[in-house]
């Protein structure tokens, strides 16, 4: 796939719909509606961090604010076209232009979204978007290797699992995460992307 001349910081935040998912750079303006969906201890589970009152969100809002306008992260948010409800969030991470590389992350939805194919169109997406705008040759996503939900979504998605790490980092709760690994590379998307668009009822 041929590589264009894109700046990812200037082209990554851009605004992406399909018929389901709008995902749009986020704001200030989605602190509330994301607070909304966001105090729910199931979200977090596998995170790094807790949002457990609304101190924690302030904080893990600010410094999702402060990774996109810095350039660290390109952050979306996640609104459900049928009802126009903020579904929750996700990242372009670990740009890396020069090597085509760069994660699809920090991922999160709201009680009401999960299982119901918002998560697979957002990724269908962010996905479109690296390969065929940003030219991309290699999307990689990590996750605990305790989150089996995530880890079959990924699968479901067409992503490659390539390893564990052990011990990649330490966790809230005092343990240190195995984190595995997960790619889509640039000769594989047209079929991941076959698998996302024909098979609707796989819904990670």
Do not use: Q
Not at 59 to 79: E, K
Not at 130 to 154: H, M, P, Q, S, Y
Not at 167 to 175: A, F, H, K, L, V
């Amino acid at each position: 796939m041929a590589r264009y001349p894109v700046d990812w910081h200037t082209a990554g935040p851009a605004v992406l719909s399909n018929d389901h998912v709008r995902l749009a750079p986020v704001t200030e303006a989605d602190r509330e509606p994301l607070r909304a969906i966001a105090l729910d201890p199931d979200i977090w589970r596998y995170f790094v961090s807790r949002v457990e009152s609304d101190a924690d969100f302030e904080a893990f809002f600010d410094a999702t604010l402060a990774d996109h306008f810095a350039g660290r992260r390109c952050v979306f948010v996640i609104t459900d076209r049928r009802t126009g409800r903020t579904a929750g969030s996700m990242s372009y991470g670990n740009l890396s232009e020069p090597d085509a590389r760069l994660e699809i992350g920090w991922s999160w939805l709201g009680r009401d979204f999960r299982g119901t194919g918002t998560n697979r169109w957002a990724k269908l997406l962010l996905l479109e978007h690296a390969f065929e705008r940003l030219g991309a040759l290699r999307v990689e996503f990590k996750t605990d290797v305790l989150n089996t939900r995530a880890r079959r979504g990924l699968r479901n998605i067409g992503a490659v699992e390539e390893g564990v790490l052990r011990s990649y980092n330490p966790m809230p709760d005092g343990r240190r995460r195995d984190a595995v690994y997960y790619s889509v590379l640039a000769d594989e998307w047209p079929l991941v992307k076959k698998t996302l668009t024909e098979h609707p009822k796989v819904r990670p």
